[in-house]
């Protein structure tokens, strides 16, 4: 292939990417379902081939592309139309936190654990489970989390309050996870595994092995979250 030829291409491949992809719309980018993810794989593909590849002609190439191009600007269309279609495409969003409870099962559908599942809530700037009411597993992977409502910014009125809550820790800290007991963090604690036990108790709880997630909060108190919790 020649320099020249390269160059040719290479610009075609470009500005066609470049229109198609203006006639498609941010959805692609701004939404990244399994469809939009898909699609900008093939796109990007056989953009690239369009570029490189001496076997496949320019007009096959931009017929491919804008051909690809036409199927993902219907099936958004469709989308938009049928909700059927639309489950279809992206699916359901996921509760995976309901009233405070994690929906284990819920989980392991998305095949995401809980110290996952931590991570996503600190990016929202929850630094604990147990300030959560509901967290939704999107469509386009991110998290959508409503705080309790004590949890949520003060009002002014709430400012004029006077609290006398001690915080005896800096922040929440994991000491079970799926039925195991982190020993590590309850000893940075200074706790011992006979305290959790002696609080589950008095939760109701008589095994560590029927705790799914349990965490030591900020002003000592544990939050629990037992297994098998049923989404209603």
Same mark, same amino acid.
């Given at each position: 292939?020649?320099?020249?030829?390269?160059?040719?291409?290479?610009?075609?491949?470009?500005?066609?990417?470049?229109?198609?992809?203006?006639?498609?719309?941010?959805?692609?980018?701004?939404?990244?379902?399994?469809?939009?993810?898909?699609?900008? +794989?093939?796109?990007? %593909?056989?953009?690239?081939?369009?570029?490189?590849?001496?076997?496949? @002609?320019? *007009?096959?190439?931009? =017929? $491919?592309?804008?051909?690809?191009?036409?199927?993902?600007?219907?099936?958004?269309?469709?989308?938009?139309?049928?909700?059927?279609?639309?489950?279809?495409?992206?699916?359901?969003?996921?509760?995976?936190?309901?009233?405070?409870?994690?929906?284990?099962?819920?989980?392991?559908?998305?095949? +995401?654990?809980?110290? %996952?599942?931590?991570?996503?809530?600190?990016?929202?700037?929850?630094? @604990?489970? *147990?300030?959560?009411? =509901? $967290?939704?597993?999107?469509?386009?992977?991110?998290?959508?989390?409503?705080?309790?409502?004590?949890?949520?910014?003060?009002?002014?009125?709430?400012?004029?309050?006077?609290?006398?809550?001690?915080?005896?820790?800096?922040?929440?800290?994991?000491?079970?996870?799926?039925?195991?007991?982190?020993?590590?963090?309850?000893?940075?604690?200074?706790?011992?595994?006979?305290?959790?036990?002696?609080?589950?108790?008095?939760?109701?709880?008589?095994?560590?092995?029927?705790?799914?997630?349990?965490?030591?909060?900020?002003?000592?108190?544990?939050?629990?979250?037992?297994?098998?919790?049923?989404?209603?």
């Amino acid at each position: 292939m020649s320099f020249t030829e390269l160059s040719i291409r290479i610009l075609v491949a470009f500005f066609t990417l470049l229109i198609l992809t203006r006639i498609m719309g941010r959805k692609e980018i701004g939404q990244l379902t399994f469809f939009n993810f898909i699609s900008a +794989i093939a796109i990007g %593909t056989i953009g690239a081939s369009i570029a490189v590849d001496q076997s496949l @002609s320019l *007009a096959n190439g931009v =017929y $491919a592309l804008a051909g690809w191009s036409v199927i993902t600007i219907i099936m958004g269309f469709m989308d938009i139309k049928s909700k059927n279609v639309r489950k279809l495409i992206t699916g359901d969003p996921v509760i995976v936190i309901k009233q405070g409870q994690i929906m284990e099962n819920e989980l392991r559908k998305l095949r +995401i654990d809980v110290n %996952t599942l931590s991570s996503l809530l600190r990016k929202k700037n929850v630094f @604990s489970i *147990a300030d959560v009411d =509901y $967290a939704i597993f999107e469509t386009d992977g991110k998290l959508s989390v409503m705080k309790k409502e004590e949890k949520q910014p003060a009002t002014k009125r709430d400012l004029n309050a006077q609290t006398g809550q001690l915080n005896l820790y800096p922040i929440s800290t994991e000491i079970i996870s799926d039925g195991k007991l982190n020993k590590s963090n309850l000893d940075k604690l200074n706790l011992d595994e006979n305290w959790v036990k002696q609080q589950l108790e008095q939760a109701g709880v008589h095994s560590i092995e029927d705790v799914f997630y349990a965490e030591v909060q900020k002003d000592g108190s544990l939050y629990i979250d037992n297994r098998n919790d049923v989404l209603h």
